[in-house]
């Protein structure tokens, strides 16, 4: 069943409180509540009945989830019906998570020509982000615009965080500038609104603005700022943080904890991670959860699951994302028996049902594990349809143990649910490559140019000294930067000396041999160690990666730990790889 918001339509004509429809753009489901409940019964009998007496009924309604207002509902008790009665009613369902229902006593106010005043809008508002619905939102914009409470700091706090959540950071910025008065949940609300729309860096900007402005952040804050800096993968910023909140005091709560752990997780310091951890006093399912998977990107599986035991032994029960960050840990270490009894467990010892992304880590582990008969049981078997990561995780593991015709298998499902996706592509080509099947190559080449498709550019990032630096895949001549032209060349002539090949078989099959090696020697994040080495004395440095890292820097970057003698930590779009002394984390299994 459907409902959204202008034209009402009862379900029925007879005297009742049933779910309704609400007919406009945004759509969001009801539950229709059957016409003879518990509910519809007093009310029918106790006509007429006062604000308490109603208000107390709907009450103990609510937490049967058994009423669904309705248009004649407030007609019928319209004189008992005040302001107060439903800003009650709307903050109840809106605390019981019932939106919808909150949305719709808001419109029934506005028909019976009730005046909301400053406790209306912050709850309604709250009920409309979670919805979802942004033109909604700004209809009770202009509400509060007609109704003088433009200098209302609640209310304008409530509209900066929905215009954020329902997907307008600009317009949420633009109303934070123009409100006179803002407090400190003001400032979080336009911080999350960046956060949630993935605008990191705008985030961590407003939140140096609000330290300049000099408003005191708490903790709410921190665990916003702490989020931007975790998906940047900004160590040091994230540090200078960690540093605030120590030095003023802040309560590190069980939030304010996990987000810390979660930070320096995403930033490759697992020490600094664990410290967090230990230090915290109150844990919660989250807390388990993030450490758990810091060990599983950060390549200490065995950690991963030594964890998953502990917590059992503390008597919390894990839930569909501990189970998540364990099969990463077997995944990434290439522990199949080890998989194959936690994916048991999940559903037999805890009984939950698997989500595709956990079918998604058995296929990747069976796959690579070289039990690919095994896999296509599993994608065979489960209840959910195969996605596309089922088959992208698929065609991975065929192209890794050369199975072909599985892989091409794989290929052709793709293309039917994401045939204009550029990742398939590259992975199929790659196969073939690797086969040096240099026909079949031309002819994904072929087929991705008559469909205007394009692979992603590579791209990696360096943070030197609290600023961000960026590198795509190009020669450095070509952007005038000599320097880190030189350095390369020299890098590429040095790492030679201490056995560096390069894997041309990767490159492009129609080049010649120097032509290959050329293309190889700039790959993005060879840019950023580059550069990296010659303005950070660090003993680490962190480069990210917005794809996988591919063979040739794999090892380029293992010779280039030992020769410079400097520890790389590398973070792709899969894991970390932590480079010292001429080997990797990974052990070469990614």
């Known amino acids: 069943m459907k409902a959204s918001l202008k034209t009402f339509t009862q379900f029925s004509s007879t005297y009742g409180f049933r779910a309704y429809t609400i007919s406009a753009s945004v759509d969001f489901p009801m539950r229709e509540i059957p016409a003879q409940s518990h509910m519809n019964r007093k009310v029918a009998c106790d006509k007429p009945i006062d604000q308490f007496s109603l208000m107390k009924l709907i009450d103990s309604s609510i937490a049967s989830n058994e009423f669904a207002p309705t248009p004649l509902l407030f007609h019928e008790f319209s004189r008992s ?4 009665f439903c800003n009650t009613l709307i903050r109840r369902y809106t605390d019981s998570k019932n939106h919808s229902r909150a949305v719709f006593v808001y419109t029934q106010m506005r028909k019976l020509n009730i005046l909301p005043d400053s406790s209306t809008f912050p709850s309604v508002l709250k009920s409309v982000s979670q919805l979802c619905c942004g033109e909604v939102g700004k209809s009770i914009h202009c509400n509060a615009i007609q109704l003088g409470f433009t200098s209302d700091v609640y209310t304008n706090t409530a509209l900066v965080y929905m215009y954020g959540i329902c997907g307008q950071p600009a317009d949420a910025h633009q109303l934070f500038d123009e409100i006179p008065e803002r407090n400190v949940v003001t400032w979080n609300s336009l911080i999350t609104s960046y956060t949630h729309n993935r605008m990191f860096r705008e985030a961590i900007d407003v939140f140096r603005e609000m330290l300049a402005s000099g408003v005191k952040p708490g903790e709410v804050t921190m665990v916003g700022v702490l989020s931007a800096c975790s998906h940047l993968g900004t160590l040091n910023q994230g540090r200078w943080i960690h540093d605030y909140i120590v030095k003023n005091r802040l309560r590190v709560n069980v939030y304010v904890g ?217 020669d ?107 080997l990797c984390s990974c052990k070469d299994y990614w």
């Open 258 to 474: 996990t987000a810390l752990i979660d930070m320096y997780a995403k930033c490759g310091d697992i020490d600094e991670a664990i410290k967090v951890f230990e230090t915290m006093g109150l844990k919660n399912i989250y807390t388990w959860n993030v450490l758990i998977s810091a060990y599983a990107m950060n390549g200490q599986g065995e950690a991963a699951l030594q964890t998953f035991d502990r917590m059992i032994v503390e008597d919390l029960k894990p839930d569909h994302v501990t189970f998540l960050g364990v099969l990463c840990a077997c995944c990434h270490q290439g522990f199949v028996e080890e998989g194959r009894r936690l994916f048991s467990s999940m559903i037999n010892q805890f009984g939950l049902q698997p989500k595709i992304v956990h079918y998604g880590c058995m296929i990747d582990l069976l796959g690579r594990g070289g039990f690919l008969d095994e896999a296509m049981e599993i994608i065979h078997s489960m209840k959910l349809k195969p996605d596309a990561i089922i088959w992208r995780t698929l065609l991975g593991a065929c192209r890794f143990l050369g199975r072909e015709e599985l892989g091409e298998f794989a290929f052709c499902k793709l293309l039917e649910l994401e045939p204009t996706n550029g990742e398939n592509y590259v992975l199929i080509s790659n196969a073939h490559t690797q086969k040096k099947k240099w026909t079949e190559v031309g002819e994904v080449r072929e087929l991705m140019d008559s469909g205007g498709i394009k692979k992603i550019p590579g791209c990696s990032s360096i943070e030197i000294e609290n600023a961000v630096y960026e590198f795509k895949a190009s």
């Open 81 to 84: 019906i005040d302001v107060n």
């Open 476 to 582: 450095p001549l070509k952007t005038g930067n000599e320097e880190i032209h030189k350095m390369l060349q020299d890098m590429k002539n040095q790492l030679k000396l201490a056995g560096y090949v390069p894997e041309t078989e990767i490159a492009l099959y129609d080049i010649n041999e120097e032509e290959k090696e050329h293309n190889l020697i700039y790959h993005s994040e060879k840019l950023a160690l580059a550069f990296g080495l010659l303005h950070s004395s660090d003993p680490t440095l962190r480069i990210m990666k917005n794809l996988r890292i591919c063979q040739d820097c794999h090892q380029f970057f293992k010779l280039a730990s030992a020769v410079y003698k400097r520890n790389i930590v590398v973070r792709d779009i899969k894991r970390f790889h932590h480079f010292t002394g001429g």
